[in-house]
């Protein structure tokens, strides 16, 4: 295939020996950090395209149909981010001044820059996560205001999951739906990495979610889109969420092209997500027998004790190996696509020589 940058004419022989440079690395920040393999590329390639902000581009249509079909719900809506997502389904949950009851740890209360509240005027109201990543729905319902008009009026339960690498299963995910039932609460789920979560349960992501309102899903991550995450949810709540979409400046045009690249990861990179679990599992394993304190990881993400004085010295250690990676004293080691077997051994070398110098 003729890649797009010898069209434009590009220096492709340098652009490819950049590519090769690259492609040296283990990059372990972030399972964000993927590049669409040439399967992908050709479907973005040969994506039919509109203009979404008509809704007449074909190839979001159909990603959003798709995904939302995978979800058992009636309608999705393609995002560039899933702070967007999350941010536009806290919207059309609460209205201002309203309040949503999220966990401390969770992504969109502690790294999303408080957007539900600065731009949504909705409270949050964080309860600590327990180890597992749940919250305990006691204090959940303990948290729900009662009707007076001192408080803010409860609106919603937001969770996540996986949360932190790590897995909820559907057992506590059916009670925090009931839960939210019987007290009128709205149901978000950030799930920027339900199909880790659905892959390691073995069950559709469909069953895992069943009870919640709203869903949101990164194609960015694990599942190794370039960019893109889906909203799904009932049709009226979609249509509330589109509006405020083009409100927060994510209304896009021939979005297509990269929708192609999501709807090729739902086909082609659900399942795999397996062997990077198996991988962080490989990684974890090497580390713990190199004496390193590691916490056995349940998806993708592995997390290792680093004596915080020796944090600089490794970060620069691995740098020179050719390893990039977010050190510090709970180090965080994401496996995805472009980390393979090989990669994962020249880690644990890296990490190995490291400590035993
Ligand atoms: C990455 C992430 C997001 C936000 O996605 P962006 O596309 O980076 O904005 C939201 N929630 C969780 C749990 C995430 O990991």
Not at 8 to 13: L, R
Not at 18 to 36: F, G, N
Not at 307 to 326: F, M, T, V, Y
């Amino acid at each position: 295939m003729t890649s797009w940058v010898d069209k434009q004419g590009y220096p492709a022989a340098q652009a490819a020996t950049a590519y090769a440079d690259r492609k040296d690395w283990v990059d372990l920040r972030s399972d964000t950090v993927t590049r669409p393999t040439p399967g992908m590329l050709a479907a973005m390639q040969a994506a039919e395209v509109g203009d979404d902000v008509y809704g007449d581009d074909p190839t979001v249509n159909a990603l959003q149909t798709e995904c939302a079909a995978m979800f058992g719900m009636e309608a999705g809506l393609y995002f560039p981010t899933g702070t967007q997502s999350n941010l536009a389904a806290l919207m059309a949950h609460c209205g201002r001044g309203d309040e949503v009851i999220l966990g401390q740890d969770a992504h969109h209360y502690k790294y999303e820059g408080g957007g539900a509240a600065v731009l949504g005027s909705a409270q949050p109201q964080p309860l600590q996560n327990l180890p597992d990543g749940t919250l305990d729905l006691v204090q959940v319902e303990a948290a729900i205001k009662p009707d007076d008009s001192h408080f803010a009026i409860t609106r919603a339960l937001a969770l996540e999951n996986t949360i932190a690498g790590k897995v909820i299963g559907r057992e506590y995910l059916a009670k925090a739906t009931a839960l939210c039932r019987r007290r009128g609460l709205s149901s978000h789920l950030d799930g920027a990495r339900i199909f880790n979560a659905a892959v390691k349960l073995r069950m559709p992501v469909g069953e895992l979610c069943a009870g919640f309102d709203t869903v949101s899903v990164c194609l960015s991550k694990g599942l190794g889109a370039p960019l893109g995450s889906v909203l799904v949810g009932k049709r009226g709540f979609i249509d509330r969420a589109r509006r405020i979409r083009k409100m927060l400046g994510g209304g896009m045009r021939q979005a297509g092209y990269v929708a192609a690249a999501g709807r090729y990861a739902l086909a082609h990179h659900v399942d795999r997500l397996a062997e990077d679990h198996e991988r962080a599992e490989r990684l974890a394993a090497g580390l713990s027998a190199s004496g390193l304190e590691v916490e056995p990881p349940q998806t993708n993400m592995v997390f290792v004790g680093v004596p915080a004085d020796r944090c600089a010295g490794l970060r620069q250690h691995l740098e020179q190996s050719g390893i990039k990676a977010s050190i510090g004293p709970r180090a965080r080691l994401a496996t995805h696509l472009d980390v393979n077997d090989g990669g994962v051994d020249r880690v644990v070398a890296a990490f190995r020589a490291f400590f035993r110098a």
